[in-house]
């Protein structure tokens, strides 16, 4: 907290996450320096050489998978974007917890145990004694049979990641709230009374649904005129506490109960979904500079996406057109009066051109737009007859503009869009709350793989599935270079490249565990939980070290190889399992949790269960056989006590 104080990190949930992940991997350390300092404390050696022997003969391992651990959160810090915005926070902290641990298991921890452990009486444990045993037999049994080990775990692990490919992908889980959103949209032409007409038959009847709490309803307002608008309305709608169903399932039964309305209600599941940072839906963006072209490209576009299975709504930018009058000149007849087009616009301009002023005129509390006019405006049959003088055979003529140029009626974009120098249209396509953004991006992305565009014309996908890519690029990075680090670390404590390769194995061991819990909970592959499988490329190496350290250390007394693996189980399973319990209980409740806003955490803890999970009684079984199999140097025998 103290750090958290300097570093001006405050308490949000993001920040509560990290200690709730650094709580459950807070006491590890000291677990495993307890139990080792306890081990020699049965063996005779007296409490106060028992501490000190017992936490230097673990202080490496301890040190190195705890750094290990901070390793995988300096790519988050060092990062850019939306995903250091959001995570920083969650590094630090866990950081911070860490590294106080580390500090208390090598200080704090031995001096009490000297002074606590002086009497220790071996109590027997039947049920944990009987694990013990099975697990030596189960080991003895897969060192002797290692294929019929390595290869369900390797099928396993392309299983989860064939399965990957079908899993939906978001940007941040859909999170309930008490708090929903609607507004009403009454047909063109429609006025205000029968709007709040509406409005309370809309009230009266939603009132009648359980979970509902109360319902307000304010004017919309045009942005245009920064008045309140006629047709529509808006709705604040206050959800019960201890409601009944999710807000999903609520906008449904709203949509439900006013869908034969003589109107359109657009209903919003929650006014906190933190998909929202990602932009709405899917977004084609069509680059190019004719405008027509542009058009009849969206206009394909939005035919082509239609049918997909998902896309609730579509909307082009062409919905609203303004109306325009399109003048195209005859150049080679301008010529022929020497004329240019130029002249010709200037004419035409003269003509339309009007003194107008604007203001608004408040009565009471509404606002009425008065405009003032000096002329009338042009017809389109005015601007036919109206004529330029032109020089023809030297003589001055006056010539018809129709003559000279085309005039038809046409319909224009309420706005022209420009992205570097150039035009851009967009089509919008909102989705189903009952799909996923991904899996439906990838069905709009493979049907615009197929599509044709002129050349000096582009298409690109925006909107949530760029910000779903950007994202997922940017975590994927952080992971390969937490990988990077976290082997470094390990070369760096076993003086060795081959030892930290056989740990290394329990990361894809880890991710299997994770993928398969998303899986099994129904869950998306979100930002935050790949968050999850970045802790856990630091988390799941730890009881790794601890495992290969020791078998080191024993092979250096002289023990053969075999019984240095079988020994190492039997004296490493407890503080293992019990540093895996630790934090799979530490974040349990972030997995179970109900209250607002516990979605934002939700996947994370998922992953890491089940990767934690997984990794840990796979490591018990796996790494001593990568061990045998890879590990065929002979070790300098060393008395331990020098």
């Not at 944990?128 to 049979?145: C, M, P, S, T, V």
């Not at 994370?604 to 999970?613: C, D, F, H, P, R």
Request: proline share 2%; net charge negative; glycine share 6%.
């Amino acid at each position: 907290m103290v750090l958290m104080y300097f570093s001006n990190i405050t308490l949000n949930i993001i920040s509560l996450s990290g200690l709730s992940l650094g709580v459950g991997m807070l006491v590890d350390n000291s677990i495993v320096v307890i139990e080792n300092i306890s081990k020699m404390r049965e063996k005779g050696m007296s409490a106060a050489k028992a501490s000190v022997y017992g936490a230097r003969q673990v202080s490496g391992a301890i040190f190195a998978s705890t750094l290990t651990t901070i390793c995988v959160f300096l790519p988050i810090v060092f990062a850019d974007g939306m995903t250091k915005q959001i995570f920083t926070d969650m590094g630090l902290t866990i950081a911070y917890s860490l590294l106080s641990s580390l500090i208390v298991s090598l200080t704090v921890v031995p001096a009490m145990s000297s002074k606590l452990l002086e009497k220790v009486e071996k109590k027997p444990s039947i049920l944990f004694d009987r694990l013990i045993n099975i697990y030596e037999k189960a080991l003895r049994w897969a060192l002797k049979h290692k294929v019929f080990v390595i290869l369900p775990v390797v099928a396993l692990l392309i299983f989860s990641v064939y399965k990957v490919g079908s899993m939906g992908t978001s940007f941040m889980p859909s999170m309930d709230s008490t708090e929903m959103s609607a507004t009403l949209e009454m047909p063109i032409g429609s006025s205000k009374k029968d709007t709040i007409k509406m409005s309370d038959k809309i009230i009266n009847n939603l009132m009648k649904i359980d979970d509902i709490e109360t319902i307000g309803a304010t004017d919309s307002t045009n942005s245009m005129l920064g008045k309140a608008s006629d047709t529509t309305m808006s709705f604040f709608i206050k959800l019960k506490e201890d409601k009944k169903h999710s807000n999903t399932e609520i906008a449904k039964i709203i949509e439900d109960r006013t869908k034969d309305f003589d109107c359109e209600l657009k209903v919003s599941a929650s006014n906190m979904d933190m998909g929202a940072l990602a932009g709405s839906g899917i977004q084609v963006i069509i680059k190019g500079e004719d405008l027509d072209e542009l058009k009849s490209i969206a206009i394909d576009i939005s035919k082509e996406i239609k049918p997909i299975k998902g896309i609730k709504e579509i909307t082009t930018g062409l919905e609203n057109p303004s109306p325009e009058t399109r003048i195209i000149v005859d150049k080679n007849k301008a010529m022929e009066y020497g004329l240019t087009t130029a002249q010709i616009y200037q004419t035409i301009a003269n003509e339309i051109k009007t003194d107008t002023s604007s203001t608004i005129l408040t009565i009471g509390r509404n606002d009425y737009p008065v405009i003032v006019s000096s002329g009338d405006s042009l017809t389109k049959n005015e601007l036919k007859n109206l004529t330029i003088t032109g020089t023809k055979d030297n003589e001055k003529v006056e010539v018809k503009i129709s003559s000279i140029v085309s005039i038809s009626d046409d319909e224009s974009l309420s706005s022209i869009s420009r992205e570097n120098q150039s035009r851009y249209m967009t089509v919008t396509a909102t989705i189903d709350s009952d799909y996923n953004v991904g899996l439906v991006g990838k069905d709009v992305k493979a049907k615009l793989d197929n599509y044709k565009v002129k050349d000096g014309y582009s298409i690109e996908i925006g909107g949530e599935m760029e910000t779903i890519s950007d994202a997922m690029g940017d975590l994927v990075l952080m992971i390969t270079l937490a990988v990077v680090f976290v082997y470094l670390v390990m070369v760096a404590q076993f003086q060795s490249l081959l030892s930290p390769f056989i740990v290394m194995f329990t990361i894809p061991l880890a991710f299997t565990g994770g993928l398969l819990a998303l899986l099994i909970t129904g869950n998306d592959l979100s930002v935050v939980s790949m968050l999850g499988f970045l802790v856990l490329s630091g988390v799941v190496v730890n009881n790794g070290i601890v495992f290969v350290d020791y078998v080191n250390q024993l092979r250096a007394t002289g023990m053969s190889k075999k019984e240095a693996i079988i020994e190492t189980g039997r004296s490493r399973i407890r503080p293992i399992l019990m540093t895996a319990l630790t934090t799979i209980l530490a974040m349990s409740t972030m997995a179970l949790s109900t209250g607002m806003g516990a979605e934002m955490t939700q996947g994370l803890a998922i992953v890491s269960i089940g990767g934690l999970a997984y990794s840990t009684i796979l490591t018990l079984v796996v790494i001593p056989i990568l061990y045998d199999l890879m590990q065929r140097n002979e070790f300098k025998i060393i008395d331990i006590e020098d």
